[in-house]
């Protein structure tokens, strides 16, 4: 089983709707999660941190965390097209390096 | 006043040449670290050095070596390159606290090798 593991799409929603992006991860011993977005031909950028179980809001952005599901989510409300991108899930055990999942692409239609 | 920044940003090199990539950051962080990203756009780990000190080496062939002069430079030099070793070759530091590790990425060096 991969560490990380993430649909790689491509994931298409209209403009103004949610897009719900999952990761789900092997270590039950990880202990921060983290979401960067990487525009295509872009360095990954972090968009959300989330450490404990439940949910975390920055603006259009919520992370959820479920340590017993070993199960991340990122939802994006009123999704724009400069939305569009790929997401990268990612999670750290003390240790090591952050490990990533191979990313979903997200498409936001106009 | 770029935080991380690599160089160069693209190389184009043919198999069996040997090659360095660059890499600086003005953050004061402890910890740099070296990924790939392949044609699919995964973004795996392949060295880290905290304070010049190599920390992780995961399975990379002998042909890539790190090499950490002081804590704000990792540079990375591939010998005999493969064209398998064509990738995207990103630079990050952090500064862990706890277990936090947030990465800040360089702009990625894209290596072509013909």
Redesign the interface.
């Known amino acids: 089983q991969k560490e990380v593991e993430q649909n ?1 799409g491509p994931l298409s929603v209209p403009e103004g709707a949610i897009a719900s992006l999952n990761c789900t991860y092997s270590d039950r011993v990880s ?2 999660f ?1 979401w ?1 977005r ?1 525009y295509s031909g ?5 968009i959300m ?1 989330i ?1 404990s179980n439940g949910d975390k809001e920055d603006g259009r952005f919520t992370a959820q965390l479920n340590k017993a599901s070993q199960y991340v989510s990122l939802l994006i409300r009123d999704s724009q097209p400069s939305d569009s991108a ?1 997401y ?1 899930c ?1 999670v ?3 240790g ?5 999942g ?2 979903t692409t997200l498409s936001v239609s106009s | 006043d770029t935080a991380v920044s690599q160089t160069p940003k693209y190389l184009v090199t043919q198999m069996g040449n040997d090659k360095s990539i660059k890499c600086e950051q003005n953050l004061g962080h402890d910890t740099m670290y070296w990924y790939k990203q392949d044609s699919k756009k995964f973004l795996k780990i392949m060295f880290s050095y905290n304070n010049k000190e190599l920390i992780i080496n995961e399975t990379v062939p002998n042909r890539f070596s790190p090499k950490s002069p002081d804590k704000a430079h990792l540079n990375l030099h591939i010998n005999s390159l493969e064209l398998g070793d064509s990738a995207v070759y990103f630079c990050a530091s952090s500064h862990p606290t706890a277990s936090n590790e947030k990465l800040f990425f360089g702009s990625g060096t894209q290596l072509s090798v013909l």
């Open positions: 790689s202990q921060s983290f960067y990487q872009k360095s990954p950028e972090l941190s450490y790929t990268l990612a750290n055990r003390a090591t390096a952050l490990i990533f191979k990313g």
